[in-house]
């Protein structure tokens, strides 16, 4: 009879413990973060340096959260871009809202707010943009209509590595420009094939893809087999690697200070 009692007891264990993880697992999906560092090189010198973190909460009908901090510390410029972008999880990464701040060591910090809006119109689904602008005491506000398929600069980082590798082109779309206040039609995104090119002082055959659009240089990205982003160059001059934030360069200007002082 004891024995009978001690395997019960072990049994009900062994049930709560089963209980207890599912019970866990009923509580939502996971946040699922990435952390990326990219070293920025203008005309073949080391400039400054792009963070970008990316949060998934695993819910399709949660909007995921793109956060950029760009760094520009060279001789001939000297700026820090934050960016904050929910998205919609969908082919676009539609946004859904947008925050910027540029700072620059002897100028107020400027913050651009982007809120993006469905508006049914006569059976239509159109997007609005609603645009506020902060400088100092100076406000602007201002509204605009979105088309569809726009996606961000920042945002297309992330939604390149998405795309299959199959010559030819792969998507059309409109691109914002957040820093201009700016939505420049028809860009496309073509795929290239392979291309052997140096990657920190190691020969490697990566896939390449081309933006073309207006507005903007040409701007290239190469990703690796398993469809990871190790480099972007736009026009000539602007370079980005994949990085390390221990190898992340460190800026000459002391940022916390500047922006304490403003």
């Known amino acids: 009879m004891r024995k009978i009692k001690v395997l019960l007891a072990a049994v009900l264990v062994v049930l709560a413990v089963v209980f207890s993880i599912g019970h866990g697992k009923v509580r939502g999906p996971k946040t699922v973060v990435t ?13 400054g340096y ?16 793109l956060e950029q901090e760009s ?12 960016v904050q972008t929910y998205c919609e999880d969908d082919h676009y990464y539609s946004p859904v809202k947008a925050t910027a701040q540029i700072r620059q060591p002897d100028e107020k910090t400027a913050t651009i707010e982007a809120v993006m809006e469905k508006k049914t119109q006569y059976g239509c689904c159109k997007r609005q943009m609603r645009l506020v602008y902060r400088t100092g005491d100076k406000k602007y506000e201002l509204d605009k209509e979105l088309p569809e398929h726009t996606v961000t600069e920042f945002s297309l980082m992330e939604l390149i590595e998405r795309f299959p590798f199959i010559e030819g082109p792969i998507v059309e779309f409109n691109f914002l420009d957040i820093n201009k206040i700016k939505v420049r039609k028809r860009h496309k995104i073509a795929y290239l094939g392979l291309e052997k090119i ?19 240089k040409q701007v290239h990205y190469w990703l690796d087999d398993n469809h990871q982003l190790l480099r972007i160059l736009r026009g000539k001059k602007e370079e980005l690697l994949l990085s390390s934030r221990a190898e992340a360069w460190k800026p000459t200007v002391d940022w916390s200070r500047a922006s304490k002082e403003q």
């Open 35 to 47: 952390d990326r560092w990219f070293v920025i090189r203008i005309k073949g010198q080391t400039a």
């Open 50 to 65: 792009l963070h970008a973190v990316r949060k998934a909460s695993g819910d399709a009908s949660a909007p995921i959260l």
């Open 71 to 82: 760094l520009i510390d060279s001789k001939d410029d000297k700026v820090r871009l934050s």
């Open 198 to 216: 140096q990657i920190k002082g190691q020969e490697r055959a990566l896939h390449k893809f081309e933006q073309k659009g207006s507005g903007i």
